[in-house]
């Protein structure tokens, strides 16, 4: 257990789910020639999509879902963190992948509960926002029943949580979202054409036969929801394993940050070297880090 709290093992855990994430969007790439941008769930997921970030693909890498706002009973939308870049990537790109993970869980909350919320909550405010412009919208895309713009995994959420979801949803989230001030009207409906719908794919230790979903590419914004740990994994086949080794960083990766890591990944975890020789790499380049940039570092 000791052994799994040193930097070299969390480090060499990410390593390990990166390839995981790794393989899943080169699957896409090979099966239906997508290339949909990765986008890193912060903070967690940057350590695990950092080298698949790309703003050639898109200028924007990154989205801030909170576990804590999907959480049982919270199912809150947060109107701090309202993520209207992400309209913006799958409006040019026609989806995205999102990058997380979790200790415990085969699908942390952010991605099985708060995603969901944010996706049905923009979907039922679009609808609701073109009719009061004199547009309706098209009956092809849009459902009659609202209810049908929530999509959360089966395998997670029951069909009474998901009701009780909806009810919040339709109690407050919609107005509270609409009211908040921070929207453009017009660009909202001008970007989103399509409802949002989210998807699921999860670790579960064989990344070579991962079961792609079936996207409806022509009705849908697709967001797939990429869940790269799997707390699963048997303690005597990979003793030095940990799920959602990034979860924690600030206690146990000794100030390195994801690019620090990646951009110097054969330095810090040299084939061979030892739980000391990772602690002194991770030492000698934040230090560099900070003496070079310290802002840049801090940032």
Same mark, same amino acid.
């Given at each position: 257990?000791?052994?799994?709290?040193?930097?070299?093992?969390?480090?060499?855990?990410?390593?390990?789910?990166? /390839?995981?994430?790794? &393989?899943?969007?080169?699957?896409? &790439?090979?099966? #239906?020639?997508?290339?949909?941008?990765?986008?890193? =769930?912060?903070?967690?997921? !940057?350590?695990?999509? %950092?080298? *698949? $970030?790309?703003?050639? *693909?898109?200028?924007?890498?990154?989205?801030?879902?909170? !576990?804590?706002?999907?959480?049982?009973?919270?199912?809150?939308?947060?109107?701090?963190?309202? =993520?209207?870049?992400?309209?913006?990537?799958?409006?040019?790109?026609?989806?995205?992948?999102?990058?997380?993970? !979790?200790?415990?869980?085969?699908?942390?909350?952010?991605?099985?509960?708060?995603?969901?919320?944010?996706?049905?909550?923009? =979907?039922?405010?679009?609808?609701?926002?073109?009719?009061?412009?004199?547009?309706?919208?098209?009956?092809?895309?849009?459902?009659?029943?609202?209810?049908?713009?929530?999509?959360?995994?089966?395998?997670?959420?029951?069909?009474?949580?998901?009701?009780?979801?909806?009810? &919040?949803?339709?109690?407050?989230?919609?107005?509270?979202?609409?009211?908040?001030?921070?929207? #453009?009207? #017009?660009? $909202?409906?001008?970007?989103?054409? &399509?409802?949002?719908?989210?998807?699921?794919?999860?670790?579960?230790?064989?990344?070579?036969?991962?079961? *792609?979903?079936?996207?409806?590419?022509?009705?849908?914004?697709?967001?797939?929801?990429?869940?790269?740990?799997?707390? %699963?994994?048997?303690?005597?086949?990979?003793?030095?394993?940990?799920?959602?080794?990034?979860?924690?960083?600030?206690?146990?990766?000794?100030?390195?940050?994801?690019?620090?890591?990646?951009? /110097?990944?054969?330095?810090?975890?040299?084939?061979?070297?030892?739980?000391?020789?990772?602690?002194? =790499?991770? /030492?000698?380049?934040?230090?560099?880090?900070?003496?070079?940039?310290?802002?840049?570092?801090? %940032?």
């Amino acid at each position: 257990r000791k052994k799994r709290t040193r930097a070299r093992y969390r480090l060499l855990s990410i390593e390990r789910d990166f /390839n995981f994430v790794e &393989k899943v969007v080169a699957l896409h &790439k090979h099966a #239906d020639s997508r290339l949909w941008p990765v986008l890193a =769930n912060q903070r967690c997921g !940057s350590w695990y999509a %950092h080298p *698949l $970030l790309s703003t050639a *693909l898109s200028p924007t890498t990154s989205c801030y879902f909170k !576990s804590t706002d999907g959480h049982v009973g919270t199912w809150a939308f947060s109107l701090k963190r309202l =993520n209207l870049q992400v309209l913006d990537v799958v409006s040019s790109c026609g989806g995205c992948f999102i990058v997380d993970a !979790s200790k415990s869980k085969i699908l942390p909350d952010s991605l099985s509960r708060t995603i969901p919320i944010w996706c049905a909550v923009i =979907n039922a405010s679009v609808v609701h926002l073109a009719k009061q412009r004199g547009v309706e919208p098209d009956v092809a895309l849009w459902r009659d029943d609202p209810r049908e713009f929530l999509f959360t995994p089966a395998e997670v959420i029951s069909n009474e949580e998901r009701s009780e979801i909806w009810a &919040k949803i339709i109690d407050g989230l919609v107005s509270d979202f609409m009211a908040c001030g921070s929207i #453009d009207v #017009d660009w $909202l409906l001008r970007t989103v054409k &399509k409802p949002l719908r989210p998807y699921w794919i999860c670790n579960k230790g064989d990344a070579e036969n991962v079961e *792609l979903p079936r996207y409806d590419v022509n009705k849908y914004f697709c967001l797939v929801c990429i869940s790269c740990s799997n707390p %699963h994994t048997s303690r005597s086949d990979i003793p030095w394993y940990t799920a959602g080794a990034a979860d924690d960083d600030e206690t146990c990766l000794r100030g390195l940050t994801p690019a620090l890591f990646w951009d /110097n990944r054969e330095t810090v975890i040299s084939d061979g070297g030892s739980d000391g020789d990772t602690d002194r =790499n991770i /030492n000698m380049i934040v230090k560099q880090a900070q003496k070079d940039d310290e802002e840049w570092y801090q %940032h």
